[in-house]
């Protein structure tokens, strides 16, 4: 019986998972012609902007973690504190979930515009005195602020739900313990709640880590073609040029970071064996 009821799941992953990836992985060492061989790799890596997008994703995900799992973090807490209307901030943290990923970069887009939001409120306070262009592509840095805030407003929400989940399972006994030996917040966080949330984070970093690999939308809304990533080399290697074995070169390097990147997670947060289960 139980084998009975994995089996639709392990038919689904097979058939929608497992089977494109064996056809991703055939194609990206393999030639034009079918011939087996490394052209395909050696012709991503000879690719000018491979190097470029590598960094770059890599830097996005430098940024957006720490900063949405600190965020997250505190709007969790918020949320599951005992104070009156706390519960109606989860609906409206709740509320990016439903835009997709190019609506909200369309919508971070006509924030950071000249003629946009940020820049009239600047204005209005007196604190700028003609329109900044925030999106400057002559200043990749600042672009890549523009989209980590973008990005970070976008999937937050999801992380939240997660801290949400383990902060109310963690036993009250924790805290009121805290509590008697007179714990402060920072003292409260460190010492009782971050350990119990091993597992949890554990959870929102590996799910996190991986969607960031595969940021596409937002960095073409704000960015177009002057910043790019690993998922915009792809898509641009199988549009643009018809090459679905460099296209696939380039998967096959998301799905390896993603795998590297899951393996450091679980290596530095390791679920102790014991109350944390």
Excluded: C
């Excluded at 590598?54 to 969790?76: E, H, K, S």
């Excluded at 739900?161 to 109310?168: D, F, R, T």
């Excluded at 929102?204 to 809304?221: N, P």
């Amino acid at each position: 019986m139980p084998y009975l009821l994995v089996a639709p799941s392990v038919v689904y992953l097979a058939v929608f998972f497992a089977s494109p990836m064996v056809q991703a992985f055939a194609l990206a060492f393999t030639d034009m012609d079918g011939t087996p061989g490394l052209a395909s790799i050696e012709a991503m890596l000879a690719d000018p902007r491979f190097w470029s997008a590598v960094g770059t994703t890599l830097l996005l995900l430098a940024l957006i973690l720490p900063l949405q799992f600190a965020l997250a973090l505190a709007m969790a807490l918020v949320v599951t504190s005992r104070l009156r209307g706390s519960g109606f901030w989860l609906y409206v943290y709740m509320l990016p979930l439903g835009i997709s990923e190019l609506g909200a970069g369309i919508v971070w887009y006509s924030i950071f515009i000249e003629q946009g939001w940020l820049n009239s409120v600047l204005q209005g306070l007196g604190l700028i005195d003609k329109p900044y262009i925030w999106l400057d592509y002559r200043e990749p840095l600042q672009v890549i602020g523009a989209i980590v805030v973008a990005e970070s407003w976008r999937s937050t929400s999801l992380i939240v739900i997660i801290m949400v989940a383990g902060l109310q399972a963690i036993p009250k006994d924790y805290l009121e313990a805290a509590d008697v030996f007179h714990a402060g917040p920072w003292q409260r966080v460190r010492h009782v709640l971050l350990p119990l949330l091993r597992p949890t984070l554990r959870t929102a970093l590996i799910l996190r880590t991986v969607f960031a690999f595969e940021v596409f939308a937002t960095v073409i809304a704000l960015a177009g073609t002057g910043t790019t990533v690993l998922a915009i080399q792809a898509n641009r290697t199988y549009t643009e040029f018809q090459n679905p074995h460099v296209a696939s070169a380039y998967g096959l390097v998301i799905l390896l970071l993603s795998l590297a990147s899951v393996t450091a997670i679980l290596l530095a947060l390791p679920v102790r064996k014991g109350r944390e289960e």
